[in-house]
């Protein structure tokens, strides 16, 4: 069986899927990749929750040698194809195929971890919001919201959108109505005749079209800016379509997201002007959230992988647990030490399933792509009309440059420290407006 094959079947049959407890209600539950999340962001119990992730949490302890095993056979294969290549190792290949340096994703970590303390007063606002003494890792996925299950109609839902256009270039308007016009979008999930789930636009560059997006709109607020996201992709492809020939629309992994994230910076701030207070706190910390996986977990991901491979060269074989180490040191520059995580090494690595695959190293794309969006959104509100301009020229150049060759001349910027504190400052801001909004001003 091919090695990535053996380690996804691994991860859905075994890894994630830790047994069952008993909730304090007597009810059996049994905790798999979905029901563990859900469990952990609804239930208010703490009880519950506190059983639910120690049940995982040795769990997968337990599945770390079988991991370690299988993840030291797929670090050597990496390595030894990308010498063959005459590269120092896969890693090297990685960033030379990205445009990109070792030192640049080096000085992104090591931002995100001297500014970690950007998120020190998020923790404190949860911590205080759930009433606990000490914040702990069962307690960071709970919704705040007290009915999460307010459901919009659709057409509400797509003015409020063209509504948080105002102040971008009028081309997105005019390309959000010919989408959601021309019947480019499948709005609604039907599982009973086999539409799966999730959401994603499909360019149609051929045609000059923005795309076709694939949604299953419920009707719930995050619903809302899944939408302004793939209409993100949509106004992104139309550019490029309608700008470069074919063979020039297409971007870098870490460029692809950039217009989609953007539009639900977008989206935030329409909220925090036009929802009343419960919903714009649930939607900004929910948010907050997010900026947390893309600036603390994902680079962490794949600054693991990259000391992984080291010490899994020249070995016969690797233990679980010195990769639960490895893994435990570095959750420990990135994570604020104000949260109660275990004194065991966690084996959290063993369920990624990104690190298996041939294509490695793929999550410090999420999170360089998701601090260029933030350092954009602070240009743009700075000076929205001088931004707008250079942005449609930016979403519009498609692969006729390098992403860095882009960035540098339609912005100025470059991928150094100075983008990666930018995003910093718009997560601290963020983190005002929260504090702010809570505090009723
Ligand atoms: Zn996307």
């Known amino acids: 069986m091919k090695l990535e094959t053996q380690a996804y079947k691994e991860i859905t049959n075994n890894v994630t899927v830790a047994g069952n407890i008993t909730l304090t209600d007597g009810q059996e539950y049994p ?110 996925q709970l919704q705040l919201m007290d009915d999460p299950n307010e459901v919009y109609n659709y057409t509400d839902t797509l003015a409020e959108i063209e509504a948080s256009y105002a102040g971008m270039d009028p081309i997105f308007g005019e390309i959000f109505t010919e989408t959601v016009t021309g019947n480019l979008i499948d709005v609604y999930p039907n599982p009973d005749d086999g539409k799966q789930p999730g959401g994603y636009c499909s360019s149609l560059f051929p045609l000059k079209l923005s795309g076709i997006i694939f949604l299953n709109y419920d009707g719930l607020i995050n619903d809302k800016k899944t939408v302004t996201h793939e209409m993100g992709h949509a106004i992104h492809f139309y550019l490029m379509g309608n700008v470069v020939d074919y063979t020039y629309c297409g971007g870098e992994e870490y460029e692809m997201e950039i217009p989609s994230t953007f539009n639900e910076e977008l989206f935030v701030d329409y909220v925090l002007e036009n929802y009343d207070q419960e919903i714009a706190v649930a939607v900004l910390d929910q948010h907050i959230r997010g900026y947390e996986n893309y600036f603390t ?83 743009y509100k700075e000076d929205p009309q001088d931004f707008n301009e250079r942005y449609v020229q930016y979403l519009s150049a ?44």
């Not at 966690?346 to 695959?357: D, K, N």
């Open 297 to 379: 977990f994902q680079p962490m991901i794949t600054e693991f992988e990259h000391q992984a491979h080291i010490l899994c060269d020249g070995r016969d074989e690797i233990s679980g647990a010195e990769l639960n180490s490895l893994w435990t040191n570095l959750s420990k520059e990135y994570e604020d030490e104000n949260i109660g995580y275990y004194d065991e090494d966690s084996a959290g690595w063993t369920y990624v399933s990104h690190i298996y695959f041939t294509n490695n190293y793929y999550t410090f794309s999420y999170s360089l792509s998701k601090a260029i969006t933030l350092s954009l959104f602070k240009m």
């Open 398 to 441: 498609g692969t006729t440059m390098t992403p860095p060759e882009k960035l540098k001349k339609y912005f100025g910027i470059e991928i150094n420290g100075t983008l990666f504190e930018d995003a910093m400052d718009v997560v601290e801001m963020r983190v005002n407006q929260l504090q702010e909004l809570d505090e009723g001003r």
């Open 31 to 140: 905790i798999n990749a979905q029901s563990y999340y859900k469990l952990l962001a609804t239930d208010s119990n703490r009880d519950n929750r506190k059983m639910c992730y120690d049940k995982r949490f040795y769990h997968l302890i337990n599945e770390s040698d079988k991991m370690a095993a299988l993840y030291l056979q797929k670090a050597k294969n990496d390595d030894l194809v990308t010498r063959e290549l005459n590269y120092s190792d896969a890693y090297e290949a990685k960033m030379f195929e990205s445009y990109l340096d070792e030192g640049q994703i080096e000085e992104m970590n090591s931002v995100f971890k001297e500014r970690k303390g950007a998120f020190v007063g998020y923790h404190e606002f949860r911590r205080a919001k759930l009433e606990v003494d000490q914040l702990m890792p069962y307690d960071l």
